[in-house]
Each structure stands twice: as structure tokens, then as C-alpha cells.
């Protein structure tokens, strides 16, 4: 990225030429740019000659002094010269000597005495940094004298030592100013320059009765992707990701990094926060089109808050917090989307570190409790799964669903140990209902990107099995595509042991990842279950009939089965029955339920699986 330095940002205006290089310095210029043409005198000319032009051209520093092929020889410091003929002797001694002469009769002996020096000679295309190396090494003898500048070995001009140094400690300030207001990693401006920005705008916006829109954005699962990618990999993403929010924004935007995953973006002179809305509408759209980052496609989504100044707040740290707030209620509605910050948005930071250590408390607490939904199978005519879904009893909120804290279970790291104790409890419950003699089901649990990544996962899993006494084939791992879209050795193995160990593999939310479909027959994968989103008025909606149908199509080449999510009405039953989906699960047959629940609807024929015949119409 090849990023030009703003000239409003900068204090000095010579600065806002200089261009940045790709990692991040400032371009270093070569010596041309400061070529001064000044006509050299020739190693034949008489000391005599030389006194003239000093005196006639006053900005004269040194002179430059040739061989008859143009070659530099010398050069002559404008003051000493001067100085040296001033002494007696010195112009009957040496003034109608020629300077080769002089060169010739006095080099060992005179030539500290004779104002005359062998000059660093560089050619035009040496870079301003690499002359200012060669003057430190002369002890900064040819500081004064300039440097000589040769152009295919031809002497070209002279460059003054003051022009050199007026450039490096310009460049030498913006690169300093750079540092301090720029993100190293992504080039655009940082936390410091936006407060600058920020604060400079809403005093513009309160004088002309104008509003400006603070748009916060958090890069959704950035950790997991960091974590399990690698940092380089991260690195290269938050590039991408900076380049994309920069091409989005209005030229008069401000697309700053906060730091980490935090981006965002200032926008003056709006006319409304409808403006705010559109863009991030845009945003979301383009960061969802796949990346392709060091070989590697991947897609991600942002959640954004948004904050206006001065209707928000006229304050503007807070507006800050209040834009982070908005957006932090985007992760925990699902990701992927913006809001506006109003005053039902739950408070501020505090509250959010405040549900992470509440999270943290409680898996000590036994805070959480597994719900069971049943699968039904059109074939066999009965249930023959069930998945296992996750809910926080919260001490003061009540009930939650994990919309509201898988998300950041993740992000935090803590969906390890809470994915650990929900398979342990799932296969504990499993256990109990067997003793109970209740008919074996298949025991469906999600797990999560980090989770499958530990690399300890597949020991983890083991051991949980041993110690439970859970036969390994009732298990089934629902894994999203993104989990398997990574590292597809790595994947595939850690899917071969898991598959060797016993446990069935399912592929959940299908049809929403970006990923290639070309992997589907390397994984031992065995069921697909069609997202939610594709059964939802299914019967109105001809576009997503389509998209089931050729789900059940891929699936069958591939000889996997195939489960519909989320079936709510009997219209949508009979359709994902006729496009002969294998099962499915949904409000429509039952909710989630608690485990106690779960068995008595299971095993209580009449309301169960009465309910069930009665769904199941023959077509
Ligand atoms: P999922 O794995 O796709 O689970 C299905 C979700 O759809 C469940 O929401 C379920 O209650 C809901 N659902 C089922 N049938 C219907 C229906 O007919 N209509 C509607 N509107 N919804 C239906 P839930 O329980 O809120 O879970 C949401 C997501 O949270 C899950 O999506 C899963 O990704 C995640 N999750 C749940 N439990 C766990 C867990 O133990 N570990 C991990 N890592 N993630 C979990
Ligand atoms: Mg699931
Ligand atoms: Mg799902």
C-alpha cells in the first residue's frame, strides 16, 4: 500500500511530498533533488582565476574542480581559500601556479596547509541517506565543502551540505510525526491522530451546527483466526482489513487503527447519520467478501457501533465509549452487523470486562445447563438424535441464549474450558438416560473453531470419553465450514482420528461459509445440516428452494446425508421432506429442552411421538 502522507496532519509543509515506502518508512530520496549545477573550474586554471569567482558569486561555498575530461579532482572550500591568499606570500608563492601544479609540487607536504581536498564524489542516483553515512565517516569534514555529483563518472554539480541536512531533519521529523500518529502495521493513522482529528471536527461541527459520525468496528473472531493462523497470518489480515475499510470510506474520512482488532472510522461533514448507516452497510458487505490472505481464502465479518456527535454525546471520549458500546451489542446479538447508539444501549466497557469475569465465575458457579433438541429421521419414522445446545442460567439476567455469550466465550479463550465441560456433561447425561434405559440416541455437540484447535483436543476428547463410559459412536461433532476451511492437513488429519476414534462428523450451518465445496469429499464428513436460513418460508421462497435442492443434490453424489434446521411450519416440513432431505430438526417437531423434559416428552408415546406422526403426514 503506498500511502501519501496527509498534509493537513502534518505541521510542516515540505513534508507532505515525501512518500512512504512499503514497510512503513519514509522514502528516502536520492541526491538529484538537491543538485545545485555549478560550473566547475578546470585543474588548469591559475590560482588567479579562481580568487575572481569567489568574490563575484557570493554563494559560492566550494568549488568544484575537473580534469579536461570532466572527471572531478578537487574541491575548494570558499573560505579557506579565501583566507589562505589573504596571507602574505600566499599569491606570489602560489598565484599563477596552476592548481595541478600545486597539486603536483606540494601534495605530501601542503596539502593540509593548501585549502584544497579530494571531495567525496557520488553519483546522481546515490540515495540522501548513504551521502549523509560517507559525510559522518569524514568526521563531517565535507559538511561545508559539499558533496560532488557525478553523472556517468562526469562531474554533474555539487550538493551543499546545508541542503542536505535541511532534508534529512525534515525527513527525519516526519518520520518521528509518522511514527507517533501512524499505525506501524497497517500505515493508516493511529489512536493519537484520530483524538487530534476527532476533537478538531467536533469543534468545526459545533461551530457550524453540523454533526460527525463515529463508526467503532471490532473484527469478529480476530483471536481465534490469530490463535489458530498464526500472527503473521494476523498481521496480513489487519492489513487487508485496513485496506478494504480505507476503500470504502469517503475520501474526507478518517479510517484509523485503535489498536489490535479495533478500527474506526471518523466521518465529517455528514447529513445526517443515515450517511453513517450506508456506509456501514458497505463495510459489512465488502469485508465479507473473501480474503485471500498468504495463499489462504478466508472470510470474516466486523460488528460496528455507531455513536453521532454531538446528539450522543457532547463529550467526546464518551462518544468513544458509546460507539464501543453500540458495537459491543452487535457481538453479543451474533456479530456481523452495525447499530446506532442509543440510550437503551446497555452502558459502557464496564459492563462488557464485567459479563467476561461473569462468564469466567460461571463454569465455577454451575451456571450453565445443556438443552436437548430432538432429530427426527423421514425414513425410520422416529427420533434418532438429539443436539445438545448450551443456555447460562444467569443469577440476575435469567435464562441465556448462547447468541448472547458464545461470542464472547470465544473471543476471550473461554469457549475451551466451557466446550470441555459441555461434553463432558452431554456424555454424563447421555450415560444417566442409558441407565435409565431410555432408547440410545445419537448425541449431537457443537464445537467450536478454538476448541478443535487446541492441540490437545483429540486427548482432551479421550479422555472425556474413557472416563464417562460413552461409547464414542453416539457422538456427533457438529463443526461450522470455517472450522475446516483452515489448515486443510491439519484439519484433515485431526477429522481422520477423530473419525477412527468413532465420532461422527456433521457439517453445521452448511450453505453460509464461503468456502470451496471441493474439500466436502476429502472430510470424513458424514451429515450436512442445511442452515436455518434456507428453510425459513421455504414455501415462499423459491430461491432458497433451489438452494436446498441442490444441497440434497451435492450431498447425495457425496453419499452424505443430510438434515434440515430449523423447520417451523408444516409447509416447510413437506417441502425439506419432498426434496428428500434425510432429517431434520426444528420448533416444529420441538424446542430445545431441558433434560428432564427432553425424556419425558421422548418417552411419554402419547405426547411425543404422537406429536410426531401427527407432523409426518405421508405425501
Ligand atoms: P446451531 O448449532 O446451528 O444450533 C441450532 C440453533 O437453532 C439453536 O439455537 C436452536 O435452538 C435453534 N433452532 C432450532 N430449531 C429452530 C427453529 O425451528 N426455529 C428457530 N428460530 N430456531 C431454531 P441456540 O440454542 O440459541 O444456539 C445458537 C447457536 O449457539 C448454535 O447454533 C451454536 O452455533 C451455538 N451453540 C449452542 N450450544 C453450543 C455449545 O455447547 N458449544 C458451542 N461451541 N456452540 C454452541
Ligand atoms: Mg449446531
Ligand atoms: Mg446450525
Redesign the pocket.
Known amino acids: 500500500m503506498q500511502t501519501k502522507l496527509h498534509a493537513k496532519a502534518l505541521n510542516f509543509s515540505s513534508i507532505a511530498s515525501l512518500s512512504l515506502t512499503e514497510d512503513g518508512g519514509l522514502a528516502c530520496p536520492s541526491v538529484a533533488q538537491l543538485l545545485r549545477p555549478v560550473e566547475p573550474s578546470l585543474v588548469s586554471a591559475s590560482c588567479y582565476d579562481i580568487l575572481p569567482r569567489f568574490h563575484d558569486e557570493a554563494d559560492l561555498l566550494s568549488l568544484p574542480v575537473v580534469d579536461p575530461q570532466g572527471k572531478p579532482v578537487a574541491i575548494i572550500d570558499r573560505h579557506q581559500y579565501m583566507e589562505f591568499f589573504a596571507r602574505p606570500f600566499s599569491k606570489e608563492v602560489f598565484g599563477k601556479r596552476s592548481l595541478r601544479q600545486i597539486q603536483d609540487e606540494y601534495r605530501d607536504a601542503m596539502l593540509g596547509a593548501f585549502p584544497i581536498a579530494t571531495p567525496i564524489v557520488v553519483d546522481i542516483a546515490t540515495s540522501i541517506d548513504d551521502v549523509a553515512r560517507m559525510i559522518i565517516d569524514t568526521d563531517m569534514r565535507h559538511m561545508v565543502n559539499g558533496i560532488v555529483i557525478t553523472r556517468e563518472e562526469r562531474y554533474a554539480g555539487v550538493v551543499h551540505g546545508h541542503d542536505l541536512l535541511h532534508e534529512i531533519t525534515q525527513r527525519k521529523q516526519a518520520e518521528l510525526y509518522y511514527l507517533a500518529h501512524y499505525d506501524a502495521l497497517t500505515k493508516i493513522p493511529n489512536r493519537m491522530l484520530f483524538s487530534d482529528r476527532l476533537n478538531q471536527a467536533c469543534r468545526e461541527a459545533l461551530r457550524n451546527g453540523r454533526e460527525v459520525a463515529l463508526l467503532f468496528i471490532d473484527v469478529d473472531r480476530f483471536k481465534q483466526i490469530n490463535d489458530s493462523l498464526g500472527h503473521r497470518f494476523g498481521d496480513a489480515l489487519l492489513k487487508a482489513i485496513a485496506g478494504r475499510l480505507v476503500g470504502c470510506a469517503r475520501e474526507c474520512d478518517t479510517v484509523v487503527r485503535l489498536g489490535g482488532d479495533e478500527f474506526a472510522i471518523l466521518m465529517e461533514f455528514i447529513q445526517s447519520s443515515e450517511d453513517a448507516e450506508v456506509l456501514a452497510r458497505r463495510l459489512l458487505e465488502t469485508i465479507q467478501q473473501p480474503f485471500l490472505i498468504l495463499d489462504r481464502e478466508l472470510s470474516i465479518s466486523i460488528s460496528i457501533g455507531i455513536a453521532i456527535y454531538p446528539r450522543d454525546d457532547n463529550q467526546v471520549d464518551i462518544l468513544l465509549s458509546k460507539a464501543d458500546a453500540a458495537m459491543y451489542e452487535v457481538k453479543v446479538s451474533g456479530r456481523n452487523g452495525f447499530r446506532l447508539f442509543s440510550e437503551s444501549t446497555t452502558s459502557f466497557s464496564s459492563e462488557r470486562s464485567s459479563l467476561e469475569a461473569e462468564l469466567k465465575q460461571a463454569l465455577a458457579n454451575d451456571e450453565f445447563v445443556l438443552f436437548y ?1 430432538p432429530q427426527f429421521d423421514f425414513v425410520k419414522q422416529r427420533v434418532v438424535g438429539m ?4 443456555r447460562w442460567n444467569h443469577p440476575q439476567r435469567g435464562m441465556l ?3 448472547s455469550f ?1 461470542g464472547l466465550a470465544e473471543e476471550s479463550g473461554l ?1 475451551v474450558p466451557i ?1 470441555d465441560w ?1 461434553l463432558a456433561e452431554a456424555c454424563r447425561q447421555h450415560r444417566a438416560w442409558q441407565q435409565q434405559g431410555m432408547p440410545s440416541l445419537r448425541l449431537a ?4 473453531s478454538l ?1 478443535f484447535r487446541q492441540p490437545d483436543f483429540l486427548q482432551r476428547v479421550t479422555r472425556l470419553l474413557s472416563e464417562t463410559g460413552v461409547d464414542p459412536s453416539v457422538l456427533e461433532f ?1 463443526l461450522t465450514e470455517s472450522v475446516i476451511m483452515h489448515d486443510a492437513s491439519l484439519v484433515l488429519d485431526m477429522l481422520g482420528e477423530l473419525k477412527a476414534l468413532g465420532v461422527h462428523l456433521s457439517l ?2 452448511f450453505g453460509t461459509g464461503f468456502s470451496s465445496l471441493g474439500y466436502l469429499n476429502r472430510y470424513p464428513i458424514e451429515r450436512l445440516k442445511i442452515d ?1 436460513s434456507f428453510i425459513r418460508n421455504l414455501d415462499r421462497m423459491p430461491i432458497n428452494q433451489s438452494i436446498v435442492r441442490s444441497i440434497v443434490a451435492l450431498a447425495k453424489s457425496l453419499s452424505l446425508q443430510v438434515i434440515a ?4 411450519t408444516q409447509a416447510e416440513l413437506e417441502l425439506v421432506r419432498k426434496f428428500e432431505c434425510d432429517e431434520l ?4 417437531l420441538a424446542r ?1 429442552m431441558p433434560a428432564a423434559d427432553f425424556a419425558a416428552w421422548l418417552l411419554d408415546g402419547n405426547a411425543g411421538m404422537l406429536s410426531v406422526e401427527r407432523l409426518i403426514k405421508p405425501l
Open positions: 433438541q443436539e445438545a445446545l448450551i441464549s448462547p447468541g458464545i469457549i466446550g459441555v455437540v457443537n464445537i467450536s476448541q457438529e453445521d450451518d436455518q434446521e430449523g423447520v417451523e430438526q426444528g420448533y416444529l430445545p
